[in-house]
């Protein structure tokens, strides 16, 4: 039986990040079902950065991660962990009052943005329907993330403290053997005194597995294809398409077109697959608002933003619980907030300051305790 201090279930971007700041100050272990780490909602995600997203914590949770993101510790990527893209948020004829009001309201915390014509729109991204757009702006503060590189960044650094990652090891039935947890997996059993949910959409099922009640934190199934692009249009500089009510976005993706209706649709947690009704809304969007030709689908995805009732993350250890630590709830926002999350967690963990930034930004890190959601 191998012994660790800490077993993290999930082997996506939650568990990954916190196992590489945890590992230096505790032994570890990631326990993760699927072969391959990164296969549910970490490697289907949009991988985009932005500063501005959903609530003021989250804007804040940004920020810190972009620290980290801007200047990772020596050797942790070879490459630049994000390129900025800018982005444009557009509105259709109906919607312009809307684009004026969302303008207005942004620009008094973000300086940088930019009031476009609709010719600009276009100059800016060529591939603009003129029939769609009559209303424009530009944000600059959007970033594609490197997540193939975030996460073998976290893992090498992991795994350079000595963390052990366990693969194709469903957690099922757990026993308590004196003060610790005993897990069956692939490598054989595992020993831990403290465990960390970082299940993504499975999080209230594993508290479920260990005795400890569901605290509402519910998947929601998100949608993309990619399309070609047009001969001439540079996938590079193309920056970001945002409908004013995020009805859709689409980005560049790997040379092509990425459409997202931006659904949210609850689901179970499961190996989700794209509904058919949501690809074609991704590429309706792509001809109604661009001048792309949809004559094929690429590729469609799907995959789960996982919510907590009030939408924050839940970051902390179980009421009268210390052997059991949340990490869960990271929504559609926890590949950019990966660095200050996991950072956060194993400082809970450890027991050591706050990471830096959290004071400055005014969060109280107990905002996102799971007691909060505890019946
Ligand atoms: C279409 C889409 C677009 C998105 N775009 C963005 C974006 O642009 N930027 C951004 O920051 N975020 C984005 N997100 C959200 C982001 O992907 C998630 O917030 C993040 O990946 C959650 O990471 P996680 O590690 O919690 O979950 P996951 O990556 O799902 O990892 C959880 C892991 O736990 C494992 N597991 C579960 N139960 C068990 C068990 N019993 N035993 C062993 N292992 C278990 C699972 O197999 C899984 O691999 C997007 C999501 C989607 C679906």
Redesign the pocket.
């Known amino acids: 039986m191998r012994e660790f201090d800490v077993a993290i279930?999930?082997?996506?971007?939650?568990?990954l990040s916190l196992a590489y700041f945890l590992a230096p100050h505790r032994s570890v272990a990631v326990?993760?079902?699927?072969d391959g780490?990164?296969?549910?909602?970490?490697?289907?995600?949009?991988?985009?950065?932005v500063l501005r997203y959903n609530a003021p914590e989250v804007c804040e949770l940004a920020a810190i991660s972009k620290v980290f993101f801007d200047r990772p510790p020596e050797g942790f990527s070879d490459v630049a962990l994000l390129k900025q893209r800018g982005g444009v948020m557009i509105a259709n004829a109906e919607k312009t009052a809307r684009l004026e009001a969302v303008f207005a309201e942004e620009s008094a915390v973000n300086p940088d943005l930019k009031r476009l014509t609709v010719d600009e729109a276009i100059a800016l991204v060529p591939i603009l329907r003129r029939d769609y757009v009559a209303g424009a702006f530009y944000d600059p503060n959007f970033w594609d993330?490197e997540v193939d590189n975030l996460m073998q960044g976290y893992l090498r650094g992991a795994r350079r403290h000595g963390a052990a990652i366990i693969e194709r090891?469903?957690?099922?039935a757990p026993h308590r053997k004196d003060d610790r947890w005993v897990l069956a997996t692939s490598a054989g059993d595992v020993s831990a005194k403290t465990i960390v949910n970082?299940?993504?959409?499975?999080a209230d099922?594993?508290a479920e597995?260990f005795g400890l009640a569901p605290i509402g934190i519910v998947p929601h199934r998100?949608?993309?294809i990619t399309v070609d692009l047009p001969d001439g249009i540079d996938a590079l500089t193309l920056p970001e398409i945002n409908e004013i009510d995020e009805d859709f976005y689409m980005k560049p993706e790997g040379g092509r077109l990425l459409s997202?209706p931006a659904d949210a649709t609850p689901c179970e947690p499961a190996d989700v697959q794209p509904e058919e009704i949501d690809v074609a809304w991704a590429a309706h969007y792509v001809e109604e608002a661009t001048t792309v030709p949809v004559r094929r689908v690429f590729k469609s995805w799907?995959?789960?933003?996982?919510f907590a009732p009030d939408r924050l993350p839940v970051i902390g250890f179980a009421r009268e619980r210390p052997d059991f630590f949340w990490l869960?709830g990271?929504?559609?926002?926890?590949?950019?907030?990966s660095p200050a999350l996991g950072a956060l967690a194993a400082s809970l963990i450890v027991g050591t300051a706050t990471p830096h930034g959290f004071e400055a930004a005014s969060l109280d890190p107990s905002m996102f305790s799971p007691v909060r959601l505890e019946a």
């Open positions: 279930i999930g082997g996506g971007i939650a568990g326990i993760e079902r699927e780490l990164g296969y549910h909602s970490t490697g289907r995600s949009a991988a985009e950065f993330i090891s469903d957690v099922l970082a299940a993504g959409g499975w099922p594993v597995l998100r949608t993309a997202s799907a995959g789960m933003r996982s869960a990271q929504g559609g926002y926890g590949i950019l907030t």
